[in-house]
């Protein structure tokens, strides 16, 4: 049995997860380490793909049914990585159209088996801002309310995450500019 890290890094979307773990990978890759990093949705959405799925963002209006087989789907697949750091961005939650849906329900937990989680947060302002300037993306109406609600469900999800595996939870704030720090404090927390 491989001994490596698996982490799971959640924050809700435009918080700069995938920004934070860009910088991260660098900095491992300059100390020589093994590292690999998932991305949950599009893991998901290649499986999706295969079933006639097209737009990425269309993933989160399935229903919850054929969204929890994507997931089981892609759990599987990460579970057989083993590389010395495994990083996997996703989200605690899904907006669903039936309510906030876990990205992370225990049958997940149980095929991953992660060592860590880290829970990104930063200022619901910066959030939205981060929202509205990346048009990459087809995103859900936003409002400051919207945005405080769901750091406020993110908190929770993720705190079960915790109990359910008897894995810690490192809380990281990306504040503005801060992208640097940010990724040294989750480095060193995790002793990567
Ligand atoms: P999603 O869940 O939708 O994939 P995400 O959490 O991966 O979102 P990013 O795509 O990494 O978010 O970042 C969203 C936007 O915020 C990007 O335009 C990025 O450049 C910007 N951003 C991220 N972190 C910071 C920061 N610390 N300071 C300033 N801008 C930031
Ligand atoms: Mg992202």
Request: charged share 30%.
């Amino acid at each position: 049995m491989v001994e490596n890290k698996k982490i799971i890094l959640v924050g809700i979307p435009g918080v700069g997860k995938t920004t934070l773990l860009t910088t991260m990978v660098e900095i491992l890759k300059d100390h020589k380490k093994n590292v690999v990093v998932i991305n949950y949705g599009s893991l998901m959405f290649d499986v999706a793909k295969e079933n006639g799925l097209t737009d990425r963002d269309q993933l989160r209006k399935l229903s919850v049914f054929e969204q929890q087989r994507l997931q089981k789907l892609a759990a599987e697949q990460i579970s057989g990585h083993e590389e010395e750091v495994v990083i996997i961005d996703t989200h605690a939650f899904i907006n669903s159209p039936e309510g906030y849906y876990p990205g992370l329900p225990e049958h997940v937990l149980k095929i991953i088996k992660p060592t860590n989680f880290v829970s990104v947060s930063a200022k619901p302002e910066e959030i939205y801002n981060r929202r509205m300037k990346d048009d990459t993306r087809n995103r859900d109406k936003i409002t400051l309310a919207n945005i405080k609600k769901e750091l406020d469900v993110q908190s929770g999800m993720i705190s079960a995450c915790a109990v359910i595996t008897g894995s810690p939870v490192r809380l990281v704030l990306n504040g503005e500019g801060k992208i640097d720090e940010a990724a040294d404090k989750i480095i060193k927390a995790i002793g990567l």
